[in-house]
C-alpha cells in the first residue's frame, strides 16, 4: 500500500514538475519578445514603420492640410507686413529696407512649408540614429529562463503540494506577464499612432513660424515633434535597465521570491514605458 502511495506521489509531482517547467518556459516568452522587438521598432522612421499608412498620411497632409496652412501663412505674412510698417512710429520712420525683410522672412517660411515633410523627416532620422547607437551600447540578454536554470533541482526537492501551490502561483502570474506584454505592445504602436498623427497635420504649425506672437505654436510643435522623436531613446534606456535588473535575478534562494521580483521588474518597465512619453516631453519643455 505504502508503494502504491509512493508512486502516486512521484506520478503527481512528475506531472506538476512538468506543468510548472512548461509555465515557467513560457511564462516570459511573449514579455521577452515583445521587449526584444523594441529596438528594431521604436528605431523606425513614420515612413519605415509603415510605408502604406505614411502615404495616406503624407496625402492627406498635401491635399487637405497645406492648402489650409497656405491659407493661414498668408494672413500671417499680410498680418506681418502690416506689423512692420506701423510699428515704425506709425509710418512715420517708414524705411524701405523693410520691404527687403518682409520679403526674406516671406522666401523663408514659404521654403519651410514647402519642405514640411523634409525637416520633419530630418527629425526623427537624427533620433533614429541616437537610437540604432544606443542599441549597440545596450546590452544584457532578456530572457528570464537562463537566470532559472537551477529550477529542475529545486523543485525535485519540493513536497507534491508546495508544488501544487506553486503551479497554481506560476498560472497567475503567467496571466499578468500575458497582460503586461500587451502593455508593451500598446505603448509601442500607440507611440507611433501619436507620431502619425503629428506629422498629418504638421504644415500649420510650420505656417505660423513667420511671426513672433503666432510662431509660439510652431515652436511648441517642434519641440513635440523632437520628444516624440527621442521618446524612442527613453524607451531603449528603458529597456537596457530592465535587462540589468532581470539578469540580477536568481533562483537559488526562494523561487517565489524570483518569480515576483521579475514580475515586478516588468511590471517597473511597462509603467516607465508608459510614463516615457512624459518624460520627453518634460525634458523638451512640450506642452
Known amino acids: 500500500m505504502d508503494s502504491l502511495l509512493a508512486k502516486i506521489t512521484e506520478w ?61 501663412l498668408t494672413f ?22 523693410i520691404f527687403f525683410k518682409w520679403i526674406f ?5 514659404v521654403y519651410i512649408l514647402t519642405h514640411t515633410f523634409d525637416i520633419v523627416m530630418a527629425v526623427f532620422a537624427l ?11 545596450i546590452g544584457g ?10 529550477l529542475q533541482t529545486q523543485l525535485m526537492a519540493m513536497e507534491w503540494y508546495e508544488l501544487l501551490g506553486l503551479y497554481l502561483e506560476s498560472a497567475i502570474v503567467n496571466l499578468v506577464m500575458q497582460a ?10 500607440g507611440r507611433m499612432i501619436e507620431i502619425y498623427l503629428t506629422v498629418s497635420v504638421a504644415p500649420i504649425p510650420f505656417s505660423t513660424m513667420a511671426n513672433r ?30 535587462a540589468v535588473l532581470i539578469q540580477s535575478i536568481t ?6 521570491i524570483a518569480i515576483w521580483e521579475c514580475v515586478g521588474y516588468t511590471a517597473l518597465l511597462c509603467f516607465t514605458l508608459l510614463k516615457s512619453g512624459a518624460f520627453a516631453k518634460g525634458i523638451f519643455s512640450a506642452h
Not at 14 to 21: K, S
Not at 127 to 137: P, R
Open 12 to 72: 503527481i509531482k512528475e506531472a506538476l514538475i512538468g506543468g510548472i517547467t512548461t509555465n515557467f518556459t513560457g511564462m516570459f516568452d511573449m514579455v521577452n519578445q515583445k521587449v526584444g522587438e523594441i529596438a528594431g521598432q521604436v528605431g523606425q522612421t513614420p515612413e519605415s514603420f509603415n510605408s502604406g499608412i505614411f502615404s495616406m498620411i503624407k496625402s492627406l497632409s498635401e491635399t487637405v492640410v497645406i492648402p489650409i496652412a497656405g491659407m493661414i
Open 76 to 97: 500671417i505674412l499680410c498680418y506681418e507686413l502690416i506689423t512692420m510698417i506701423i510699428d515704425r512710429n506709425n509710418m512715420h520712420d517708414f524705411e524701405t529696407w
Open 105 to 109: 522672412k516671406t522666401f523663408c517660411a
Open 127 to 137: 533620433a533614429q540614429n541616437a537610437v540604432n547607437q544606443s542599441a549597440g551600447i
Open 141 to 150: 540578454s532578456l530572457d528570464m529562463n537562463l537566470a532559472l536554470a537551477d
Open 180 to 189: 503586461i506584454s500587451v502593455c508593451v505592445f500598446i505603448v509601442v504602436y
Open 213 to 242: 506672437e503666432w510662431g509660439q505654436m510652431g515652436n511648441n510643435y517642434l519641440k513635440s515633434l523632437f520628444a516624440l522623436a527621442f521618446q524612442g531613446f527613453l524607451i531603449m534606456v528603458c529597456v537596457g535597465i530592465y
Open 251 to 256: 533562483a537559488s534562494g526562494n523561487i517565489h
